[in-house]
């Protein structure tokens, strides 16, 4: 099989990894021709994860009519606020009917559009679509560590493509037809993420942070059952393994930032000093705008966004959290009548 993988950065160049092993010809387009440079001429990418190396089918290219040529299935791993955007150089590119699956985790800004909704809305043909999500930090997955995902697609049979394309050794893929909870699931666990790294930073112990990856999961399931969501996939990899790993890991960049930020660090200081694009940072406002228009609260969620934009202090949000009106454990998450 063919296929296309669209963007260079850590997650790209661990897909690459992971679907060049298992033999399949890979075409992997990056922005940066330094990037496709040094992948062609010594298998390693010299920007994100320069130790791993490639098998020599993944070939790479700065031309994105290049990479998608041919493709029997395109994987998208840009930052989510890129998606549109190489969906609409690719449109004129693809083939009818050919398999698309993003990995970005995130909701636009302004349209308020989960990833594939942005695909269906650019490339149309919503049955070729499907998002894949879980606990999968690229550094762990480019070494062979056991991993596992969450596939959820449209259509069963593009599910099941992509289920068997990315299934590996090291590697399991689960199907799941919710896509609206896949989806959802992978952008708010950023958000309390970098919550969670703001605890960190504030010096607190296990219990806060305890505190707000549970009420964290309780506040995802809402929006998602709102949205129609199944509850249950709030309970699996792309609900809470990745909300776990996301919290909890040297390498989640949204756990970082939200340390960063607590020390006296900002968005735009944090993406200088690292390179990295912490995807809760965006998401923060999209979601919170998400559920304003469907007349929730997410309170996690709005505090994360006044302090990363409205000059709020982390220490502000705690005595806000700590100070709402006392409710129902499950409220508002589909299974009690009262939201309070």
Known sequence: ?????????????????????KGTEVTLWAREPEIAEGINADGRN???LKDVVLDPRVKATADIE?????????VIVTPSHGVRGVAEQMKPLLQSGTPVINLAKGVEQGTL????????DVLGERSRLAALSGPNHAEEVSKGVPSAAAVAA???NIGKL??????????????????????????SKNVIAVAAGMSDGLGFGDNPKATLMTRGLAEMSRLGAHLGANPLTYMGLA???????????????????????AKGGTVESYASETHMVAEGAGSAISLDDLAHSIGMELPITHQVRSILYEGHSPSEAVSVLMGRAAVDELHGM???????
């Open 1 to 21: 099989m063919k296929v296309a993988v669209i963007g260079a950065g850590s997650w790209g160049t661990a897909v690459c990894w992971l679907l060049g092993g």
């Open 66 to 74: 290049r990479a998608v040529y041919g493709a029997e299935a395109v």
């Open 113 to 120: 559009m989960r990833m594939t909704q942005v695909l269906e």
């Open 46 to 48: 010299p920007l994100f």
């Open 334 to 340: 589909g299974l009690v009548e009262d939201e309070g």
């Open 239 to 261: 609900g809470m393994g990745d909300l776990i790993v996301t919290c909890t890991s040297r390498h989640s960049r949204n756990r970082a930032l939200g340390e960063w930020v």
């Open 162 to 187: 992509f289920q068997e394309m990315f299934m590996a050794p090291s590697f399991r893929a689960y199907t799941n037809p919710d896509v609206v909870g896949v989806e959802l699931g992978g952008a």
């Open 154 to 156: 449209y259509d069963e």
